[in-house]
């Protein structure tokens, strides 16, 4: 099993920038392959962006392309979201996911199996 915790969320002004981070313990961090889904406001929880085991491959839902960035730190034992241009259609509780699934559709949550507890982000016009 993997053990998620997510930190770096917070209040922040339309059109500034937030570095969440998930530091990950437990098994080998590179077996997993790592999401993040947030959940809006009142909202269903939806895929935000994914990275490979490696880091080689990386996806993103359409609202946060270009201004979002999903990377990882495999000797750190971390993933980030990198969150620029922030809009406050991005206020939500952010959540890292994990999955050891050799074959997954990678916005669909029930793919993966370890999750966060989430962190707040709220952004403000």
């Known amino acids: 099993q993997v053990q998620l915790v997510e930190s770096g969320g917070g209040l922040v002004q339309a059109g500034g920038s937030l570095r969440l981070s998930c530091a990950a313990s437990?098994?080998?961090?590179?077996?997993?392959?790592m999401a993040w889904f947030r959940q809006p406001p009142g909202k269903e929880r939806e895929f935000v962006a994914h990275?490979?085991?490696?880091?080689?491959?990386?996806y993103y839902v359409d609202s946060v392309k270009g201004r979002f960035t999903i990377s990882r730190d495999n000797a750190k034992n971390t993933v980030y979201l990198q969150m620029n241009s922030l809009k406050p259609e991005d206020t939500a509780v952010y959540y890292c996911?994990?999955?050891?699934?050799?074959?997954?559709?990678?916005?669909?949550?029930?793919?993966?199996?370890?999750w966060g507890q989430g962190t707040q982000v709220t952004v403000s016009s």
């Open positions: 437990g098994r080998t961090f590179s077996s997993y392959a």
């Open positions: 990275i490979s085991r490696s880091g080689g491959n990386t």
């Open positions: 996911s994990a999955t050891e699934r050799l074959v997954v559709i990678y916005y669909y949550e029930r793919y993966y199996d370890y």
